[in-house]
């Protein structure tokens, strides 16, 4: 990978509203693309990834949709909750480099 | 969490002093990653392995060395210490198959 850029770096939602995070990236050969949470004070972890050949996937509230032409892919999460409150990062990582790329993350506050 | 540790959890530390930071697995992993966390920054990688004795720069890597000596630890050194490397760094592991990372708990250092 050579750049990510995430965007906002911070969003503020009501509970129970939606939120969508948003990263573009440059190297063609990008095809892993995952989303990390970190709560603070712990380490990130993964939530979902999403890989070239599939345009989206779902795993219960959370969805990552990807649009290689355009080199976007996006976060987004319905329904958020208090507990959803961290720090969002998606990275890109190229065939077999097993180096990934990170954005500079996403704040998520979830207000009850 | 991945069977990874890292140690010390917590250092504080003066400037010019070396300080090793010691990463930890239990899942026999190929690759191992330093990365620093700072506000604004989100993940930045210092160093990575692929292997025993096979280790490879990042995008920070000026002021620190590793080592690779076995396939379960991976050291990070900062031969002298200097106030920009106040920072949380965290660890991390990924296999070929998955290519998930999986972070350490991190250590917080602080040079003074």
């Known amino acids: 990978g050579e750049n990510v850029e995430q965007h906002p770096s911070t969003l503020s939602v009501q509970e129970g509203d939606s939120a969508v995070i948003k990263c573009t990236y440059s190297?063609?050969?990008?095809?892993?693309f995952p989303w990390y949470k970190q709560e603070l004070g712990k380490r990130p972890q993964l939530i979902i990834d999403?890989?070239?050949?599939?345009g989206e996937k779902k795993d219960q509230r959370i969805a990552v949709t990807l649009n290689k032409t355009a080199k976007h892919f996006s976060l987004h999460i319905t329904e958020t909750q208090p507990e959803d409150s961290a720090v969002y990062f998606c990275?890109?990582?190229?065939?077999?480099?097993?180096?990934?790329?990170f954005g500079r993350g996403t704040s998520l506050i979830v207000h009850p | 969490d991945a069977g990874i540790t890292q140690s010390p959890r917590h250092k504080v530390t003066e400037t010019g002093t070396p300080v090793t930071l010691r990463c930890h697995q239990t899942?026999?992993?190929?690759?191992m990653y330093w990365y620093r966390q700072d506000p604004g920054h989100g993940l930045r990688l210092i160093h990575y392995?692929?292997?025993?004795?096979?280790?490879d720069k990042g995008e920070v890597s000026d002021g620190y060395s590793v080592s690779r000596s076995k396939t379960e630890d991976f050291l990070l050194t900062l031969e002298s210490a200097t106030s920009s490397q106040t920072s949380v760094y965290f660890c991390?592991?990924?296999?070929?198959?998955?290519?998930?990372?999986?972070f350490g708990p991190g250590t917080r250092l602080l040079v003074l």
């Open positions: 899942e026999n992993h190929r690759y």
């Open positions: 999403i890989r070239s050949n599939v």
């Open positions: 392995s692929y292997g025993v004795k096979d280790t």
């Open positions: 190297d063609s050969a990008s095809n892993y």
């Open positions: 990275a890109e990582e190229s065939g077999g480099s097993y180096i990934p790329t």
């Open positions: 991390a592991i990924s296999d070929r198959e998955e290519e998930t990372q999986y």
